[in-house]
């Protein structure tokens, strides 16, 4: 079946470490996406990338950073950088653009120890 | 600074039964279109519905149906026939302008549906 695998579901950060979130589709979309959601608010924009070897920041980028070197992959790092980075990340994808259908991923939930 | 309010936090309906979410949004476009998405418990989000602004009529997806009204920038969503999988939370979302690469969310209303 297509869709947008996300992993792990769960993670656990230490001070200092930089931990990456994976994002895999196969429904041969173009666009890519990585959201934040916190308890309480809605999902907020981190990074985007609308074509290979090519991404752009979102809303709240700082402290994150990201690669597209292959279409149906978009990883995410969480740097150290990212002094509150407990939060549900969710990948979401699309073919043309945010004015068509999202698809998304289960998310992971990233938790600092 | 272009935003979307949902200005229930939660609601709760009994099965069978309808229930309205509300929305608003401010955009300064004429064409642009609007999203309900819903995130169950087992947090995958999942597109509801879509309304394109410079049509006139309402959207409906089965028991899922929007009242968009443009001029007063408001976009609710109805669900009839409430079933117990439509526990969820229901985001509200748009482009912030026609060009853009990104949507803005509300910060969502939790629907509980009992029995």
């Known amino acids: 079946d297509g869709g947008i695998t996300q992993s792990p579901k769960y993670l656990f950060r230490k001070e200092g470490q930089n931990v990456t979130l994976s994002c895999e589709q196969n429904?041969?979309?173009?666009?890519m996406y990585w959201y934040r959601q916190d308890p309480g608010q809605g999902l907020r924009l981190i990074y985007y990338s609308q074509i290979v070897n090519d991404f752009q920041k979102g809303d709240i980028a700082e402290g994150y950073s990201v690669s597209r070197e292959k279409k149906e992959s978009f990883p995410l790092t969480v740097t150290s950088a990212q002094k509150n980075p407990t939060a549900f990340y969710l990948c979401?994808?699309?073919?043309?653009?945010?004015?068509?259908?999202?698809?998304f991923g289960s998310g992971t939930q990233l938790s600092v120890l | 600074a272009q935003t979307v309010t949902q200005s229930q936090p939660e609601m709760s309906v009994q099965e069978a039964e309808t229930v309205t979410l509300s929305c608003t949004y401010d955009t300064s476009e004429n064409n642009y279109y609007l999203f309900w998405y819903k995130q169950p418990p087992s947090r995958q989000m999942i597109l509801v519905i879509r309304?394109?602004?410079?049509?006139?009529q309402n959207a409906t997806e089965n028991r899922f149906s929007v009242n968009f009204q443009k001029a007063a920038k408001s976009f609710s969503l109805k669900i009839s026939d409430s079933q117990l999988g439509d526990t969820a939370m229901y985001f509200c979302a748009y482009p912030p302008s026609y060009n853009t690469d990104k949507l803005i969310f509300g910060t969502g209303t939790r629907l509980q549906v009992f029995p």
């Open positions: 979401a994808s699309t073919q043309g653009g945010v004015n068509e259908k999202l698809f």
């Open positions: 309304q394109e602004a410079y049509k006139q």
């Open positions: 429904l041969n979309h173009d666009a």
